[in-house]
């Protein structure tokens, strides 16, 4: 397999109707797209239901630093041809339909075959702050998992790239992240409170 | 003026049709792109010449890598509109000519007006090896400034992001950078030879 890894949205619909968003690195071979969604989770969950999802390109990096710091709630649109809602911010959207399940105790790989897509916006090159925030992205999601000087060293590395090039955008995702990192260290320097242990009330 | 900064490749033409080929931050203002290329540049030179550029959207990171280690022989097509080429592998073009020039000693800033674009392939979304080729091509660029220590943690750092998600166009950038690193460092360590001192021959 092609190993190549793009940073995209996948955007799907649980059979109620209920839409769900999330960030994850797919591999492009020929035609299709291949997604490998954890066990479980929404994702794999509503593609199993419906048999589609939606891949969102997307440079509004707020997506990604949202999803880890509890904000998933960005204006959607309805799919063309397929079950489904893409994102608004999206430059193209391609609509995808389930081809084939390789099933995995961890990460099952579906092949998702090409049914439509769209382009909605130029892309205007790279920004070396949007490509900041996808690696803020990802260290706040492994907070538990990461020494503290491992992650300070690594955002005060990364905040160079916000510093000198960021917009508006990155500005607010970069809060959020380095937020989260506040309010991780914040929580663990507390002592640990047990939800059954008596209070004053 | 906006700040934000997307990493795009300009190419102009000598009045004698020699082509050069300069990766540079742009700002983007309205229908404008704002260039602020270096004092003295073959390419403030040639814009100053010829009145125009074009301003090449890519993601084919060998490109960056390529201008800070010998490499600036790209394919070239001719451009619709204005005296210049553009980049063959870029993904959108953007054909300018000089509306504004604001002088100074070391970065003089130039409004360029959108004469002609045009879309030449999607975007399919964020690479975090590509992102990690422009910071190491960045830092390649500041070898002689930069502590030893400094550009190997760095580059350790961004070679997480290559070996998870690069493809050969990564690979290939990472190597030509890894390789200049290396010839800086052992041409650093020879004691420094006089192009005057007497030969043996």
């Known amino acids: 397999m092609n190993d190549v890894i793009h940073e995209t949205v996948v955007t799907t619909v649980a059979p109620d109707g209920t839409p769900h968003v999330a960030p994850m690195g797919v591999r492009y071979r020929g035609a299709d797209v291949i997604l490998m969604p954890f066990k479980p989770s929404t994702t794999l969950a509503n593609i199993l239901a419906v048999g589609h999802a939606v891949l969102n390109v997307v440079v509004d990096t707020r997506v990604f630093a949202g999803a880890v710091t509890g904000r ?46 769209a382009r909605h916006a130029p892309y205007i090159g790279f920004n070396r702050a949007q490509a900041a925030v996808i ?18 060293a690594e955002m005060a590395y990364l905040q160079i790239a916000i510093d000198k090039t960021a917009g508006p955008e990155e500005h607010e995702a970069w809060g959020w992240l380095t937020d989260a990192i506040a309010r991780h260290r914040a929580a663990a320097s507390q002592p640990t409170q047990h939800t059954t242990s008596g209070g004053t009330a």
């Open 72 to 117: 998933r709630d960005w204006p959607l649109k309805p799919a063309e041809r397929v079950t489904g809602r893409r994102l608004a911010c999206a430059l193209n959207h391609v609509e995808l339909a389930l081809a084939e399940l390789h099933d995995d105790p961890q990460r099952p790989v579906l092949r998702m075959a090409r049914v439509f897509e």
């Open 135 to 152: 690696e803020g992205a990802i260290l706040v999601s492994r907070l538990r998992m990461l020494p503290a000087e491992k992650v300070d």
